[in-house]
Structure formats: C-alpha cells, structure tokens
C-alpha cells in the first residue's frame, strides 16, 4: 500500500477522525503500512490522519520510563481515560510539521483502545509513551495537533 504524508497545509488534517468498525485485514494492512511509513522517517508516532485516512488509527513506538509497555502498539479508537494532574514540558517534533516545539503533557497516562483485531486494551505509561499517545490522539479531532503546536524550541 503506497502511502505518503500529507503536508502541513492539507486541510485533511484538520478534520475530525471517525471511528474504525472494519476491523479486517485492509485495516492491519493499513496499520503495518503506517508503522513502516513512521519508520522510515525516524518517528515514534503515527496517526492515520497523516497520511488522509480519516479513521482513528494510531502507531506509538516509544518506551515508557517506569511502566512495561509493548515496542509497537497499533491502537484503533484510542482514548485517554486517565491522565495524571502532573504535567510535563515535551520538546516534540511532528512528521507533520518541521521542527520542533514545546507542549505541556500529562506525565501519566492511560488509554484504552481496540487492536487491530477489534479487542479493547488499554496500556498506562509515562515518558516517551505518554507524550507520543498524547501527541497521536490529538491528531484525530478538529484543530487537532496542528493547532495546538506550542512555542518552537
């Protein structure tokens, strides 16, 4: 599946993601397409929106500090049901977007989501991993990341 990243100034991005309900092998097909996608532009994350799939597809790849968390873990209809009150500052970059800017995160996070088998999951994580789920999943709802980009670093 040849797929690219749209740029910045696609209005695609700024769209609101609908649910994934097809949970067949066009999906996992779609997932491993992006994670190799974001491997190839040396990311941690990658949302399908990214590429002009309007579903509620997300890629994280990055460790968390104190929790086990898979390398890869494709998430369908993520949701974040348990953020920490304490935040953190994150100096991010976005495959979407040049350079890099400076975001408040939560530093604890937890999301539920559905594999790419339709199963419901859900993962805690700090570090990398929750800045890079938080990153991600903004990206799926309207004014989404693009909007919220903070001060470049």
């Known amino acids: ?8 100034s696609d209005p695609l991005l700024r769209q609101k993601s609908v649910p994934v309900t097809d949970f067949g092998i066009k999906l996992s097909r779609l997932a491993v397409s992006l994670h190799l996608l974001m491997r190839q532009k040396d990311g941690i994350g990658i949302a399908a929106v990214q590429t002009g799939r309007l579903i509620r597809l997300i890629i994280v790849s990055a460790p968390a500090d104190s929790f086990l968390v898979p390398k890869n873990v494709y998430m369908c ?12 500052e994150s100096i991010e970059g976005c495959l979407s977007v040049i350079g890099c800017f400076k975001v408040q995160r939560h530093k604890i996070v937890t999301v539920r989501y ?3 088998r339709g199963e419901f999951q859900q993962l805690t994580g700090d570090g990398l991993f929750s800045m890079c789920c938080q990153h991600e999943i903004s ?11 903070g001060v470049p670093a």
């Open 1 to 8: 599946m040849g797929i690219k990243l749209l740029k910045p």
């Open 77 to 88: 209809n993520p949701e974040i049901i348990y953020a920490s009150e304490e935040k953190v």
């Open 114 to 116: 559905q594999n790419v």
């Open 139 to 149: 990206h799926l709802d309207p004014g989404g990341l693009i909007s919220q980009m």
